[in-house]
């Protein structure tokens, strides 16, 4: 298995993978190809602000980690928050994930970041006990508000 840097060519697994964890988490409506696209592209124009990898065995994904690095005045450097980490069904638990966390940790050691964050639902337990077994804790509240069709 192989991390690397996700391409344009990866984007129909990609939107497999998203669509798998659309589905964990409840999402009726996951992203399609063409808006999947559009936003790998809009990434990939702010290669140091957005970063996605992908897990690569023999040119099948296995799993997919985006992330964001941002600055705020609080922090001395700045934080990278991990948007998505899905790995495909049948080989979750077999360290995919905690390879593509990995990676991300590194990446953000390098660029000297402050800190590392990542929003779970409540409701996700897998995915809670994941990032805790790799040191991450409930250091805040993470809060949100849907803005779409009203």
Not at 106 to 118: G, K, N, W
Not at 128 to 147: C, N, P, Q, S, V
Request: proline share 3%; net charge negative; charged share 25%.
């Amino acid at each position: 298995m192989t991390i690397r840097a996700c391409v344009e060519e990866d984007l129909p697994q990609v939107v497999e993978l998203v669509g798998e964890l659309a589905e964990a988490v409840g999402d009726a409506a996951p992203p399609d190809r063409a808006t999947v696209s559009r936003h790998f592209r809009a990434m990939a124009r702010r290669p140091g602000v957005y970063g996605n990898l992908v897990a690569d065995e023999e040119g099948v994904v296995l799993g997919l980690v985006s992330f964001v690095h941002y600055r705020s005045f609080l922090h001395r450097t700045g934080t990278t928050l991990v948007n998505e980490l899905v790995v495909r069904s049948g080989l979750r638990g077999g360290g995919v994930g905690g390879a593509l966390l990995d990676a991300v940790v590194e990446e953000a050691r390098r660029l000297d970041m402050d800190e590392v964050e990542v929003g779970v639902q409540r409701s996700n337990g897998g995915a809670l006990h994941f990032y805790r077994e790799r040191g991450f804790d409930a250091e805040y509240t993470l809060l949100g508000m849907e803005l779409g069709d009203e």
